[in-house]
């Protein structure tokens, strides 16, 4: 399976509507601290627009709405693995992402036969606090080889610099939250980031 090397993360519908029409094709709706019904309305919406905009959409932490509301893809933190249904997810035809961070992670979530990896924070980030310290590019390129042909989506203190580098170690999609959303052109950045789908 051949994934898009950029896979952005938003925090809303709002921002998928910004930015699904630029091209995006692989996005993460990564909605917290909302009501039930807040966050099942926003899945819905994000859903409907990733299809209209023939994107796939990958919903983060909230496996059961993602069930119910006919979701493709969801992606579970180490936390959400011990809590989720994975056959359930299986059973729905729903594909999975895990996040890892050390060795102990990585074994467990290969254990789930994932249909992506996602190692970080790969650079310091300031998307939330971190107990573990940076993972490093030497660190990608070990995780790849032990990857072999699952997608290896590398996270953390990204500009599109640093995604190409890490394109470069073995990653195979490079994911990022902040260098877009905190900055005075997202639109401009997120063109900026695409370009990264036309590199060899």
């Not at 992402?97 to 060795?103: A, E, F």
């Not at 790849?144 to 203190?157: E, F, H, N, Q, S």
Request: aromatic share 6%; proline share 5%; with cysteine.
């Amino acid at each position: 399976m051949t994934l898009p090397r950029f896979y952005p993360i938003f925090d809303s519908a709002d921002w998928l509507e910004r930015m699904l029409p630029l091209g995006v094709r692989f996005v993460q709706l990564r909605i917290k601290d909302c009501s039930e019904a807040e966050t099942r309305a926003g899945i819905r919406r994000g859903i409907a627009l990733a299809r209209a905009h023939g994107a796939a959409l990958v919903i983060n932490d909230h496996w059961r709405i993602a069930i119910d509301e006919g979701a493709d893809w969801v992606h579970l933190g180490q936390e959400d693995l011990f809590e989720a249904d994975t056959g359930a997810l299986r059973a729905n035809g729903i594909r999975m992402g895990l996040s890892t961070h050390d060795d102990a992670e990585l074994e467990r979530a290969l254990a789930e036969a994932p249909d992506y990896i996602a190692l970080g924070p790969v650079w310091s980030t300031i998307l939330k606090e971190m107990k573990w310290a940076p993972q490093g590019l030497d660190r990608v390129a070990d995780w790849k080889r032990r990857l072999g042909d699952t997608p290896l989506c590398a996270i953390g203190g990204m500009t599109p610099e640093r995604g190409r580098a890490a394109l470069e170690a073995g990653a195979d999609i490079v994911s990022v939250v902040t260098d877009i959303t905190l900055g005075d052109d997202p639109e401009g950045r997120v063109r900026e980031w695409l370009k990264l789908e036309d590199t060899p």
